[in-house]
């Protein structure tokens, strides 16, 4: 049905506003049209994000991670981080409370979202005693 919509639209709805894009993409991926969602996820994040709010951002950190969820596609999951980031750059507070307040069912695609951009943004400090070489002087060492 969504799809339909779009078609009949120019563009799928580029006069449209951002929150009423997002919606039909979130109307889309309720109907389970994977192909409409990233129609028009893509078609938003080709734009200029400049005017876009936290929670619309936020709205497609949701919906790629959702994609990713049910194609696999590693593109989708980039995307979605991509989104967590900026959201939280344009309004830390309004991403926060967005996230906070999410349906039980996407709940996880934010805790995923903020486990993976905290390892990619805080990496873990290799181990000093790291090293799996053993030299052949400390077996006796050990033995003893």
Excluded: W
Excluded at 32 to 57: F, K
Excluded at 70 to 91: I, K, S, W
Excluded at 95 to 110: G, I, N, T
């Amino acid at each position: 049905m969504v799809s339909v919509v779009c078609m009949a639209t120019a563009a799928c709805g580029q006069n449209d506003s951002v929150a009423e894009q997002v919606a039909s993409a979130e109307m889309a991926m309720a109907e389970s049209d994977v192909v409409t969602t990233r129609n028009i996820c893509d078609g938003l994040m080709n734009r200029d994000h400049g005017s876009y709010v936290a929670t619309e951002l936020a709205r497609l950190s949701i919906l790629y991670m959702q994609l990713h969820d049910r194609t696999d596609d590693p593109d989708a999951l980039q995307l979605a981080t991509r989104c967590y980031r900026e959201a939280f750059e344009t309004n830390a507070d309004s991403a926060r409370m967005y996230y906070e307040h999410l349906p039980v069912d996407q709940d996880k695609y934010a805790m995923t979202l903020a486990t993976i951009v905290s390892t990619l943004d805080n990496p873990p400090a290799p181990l000093e005693d790291d090293d799996p070489y053993v030299s052949p002087d400390s077996i006796g060492m050990i033995n003893n």
